[in-house]
């Protein structure tokens, strides 16, 4: 069974801009997760999809959206980037919610940049 | 707010010792528990996990242990290997309906040849 999968892999942007990053889950999953990762903050929630609707979110300001649709694919965006977006961005799937007790698999992450 | 934290940062061992990695948890609730390792360039990939009404879960070379009354969790690696350089993490949830899980900052283990 495939993984979770990102893309794209590596995102180079410039302050002020937004961008779009994409997650598909492993399949069956319903549930996917979104997650900042820095040096100093290490992973952090940003919110969770399930049935294309949003169960939780995690304390990130407007900037940061997302959406699930009815196949279970998920996509984040944040607009006007600011330096301090610069992250590893994790997706993860699960099959249940992911306050639920089913194991959270992760994707490889996409590596934004902002410049 | 309530945080999964680890009690060291770092962590040396030579190939073939056993490596045990801490973690303490604040949240007395917290019923589920979820050791991740993730690689370098790599998302965090899935170790093993433990329920709260357990207090040990043996896996493949790894083992957790779970102290509900000191609130502190561990995961031991038998024989360590050069592979099993990483950076570990710990994470608690299951506590509500609607609270996702809470990742520890993590421990990076250096197996040393």
């Known amino acids: 069974k495939a993984g979770v999968t990102q893309t794209p892999r590596y995102l180079i942007k410039t302050r002020g801009q937004q961008v779009t990053l994409s997650c598909s889950p492993i399949?069956?999953?319903?549930?996917v997760s979104w997650y900042q990762q820095t040096p100093g903050q290490g992973l952090q929630f940003l919110f969770e999809?399930?049935?294309?609707?949003?169960?939780n979110k995690g304390n990130f300001p407007g900037r940061f959206s997302g959406r699930q649709f009815s196949n279970s694919r998920s996509e984040m965006n944040v607009s006007t980037l600011e330096l301090g977006d610069s992250a590893l961005y994790l997706c993860?799937?699960?099959?249940?919610?992911?306050?639920?007790?089913?194991?959270?698999?992760f994707g490889p992450g996409t590596r934004l940049t902002v410049l | 707010g309530e945080s999964v934290g680890l009690h060291l940062p770092t962590l040396s061992v030579q190939e073939g010792d056993n490596s045990i990695i801490n973690c303490a948890y604040s949240?007395?609730?917290?019923?589920?528990f979820i050791w991740y390792k993730q690689e370098s360039g790599k998302g965090p990939q899935f170790i093993i996990d433990?329920?709260?009404?357990?207090d040990k879960r043996q896996g493949q070379r790894v083992t957790v242990l779970l102290n509900k009354t000191v609130k502190h969790l561990s995961l031991q690696i038998a024989a360590t290997q050069p592979g099993d350089s990483a950076v570990y993490f710990c994470?608690?949830?299951?506590?509500?309906?609607?609270?996702?899980?809470?990742f520890g900052k993590g421990t990076r283990l250096s197996v040393i040849a």
């Open positions: 433990i329920r709260s009404n357990m």
């Open positions: 399949s069956g999953h319903r549930s």
């Open positions: 949240n007395s609730a917290s019923d589920y």
């Open positions: 993860a799937s699960s099959f249940g919610t992911a306050a639920s007790t089913d194991t959270q698999y």
């Open positions: 999809y399930f049935s294309e609707t949003q169960r």
């Open positions: 994470a608690e949830g299951g506590y509500s309906g609607n609270t996702p899980l809470v």
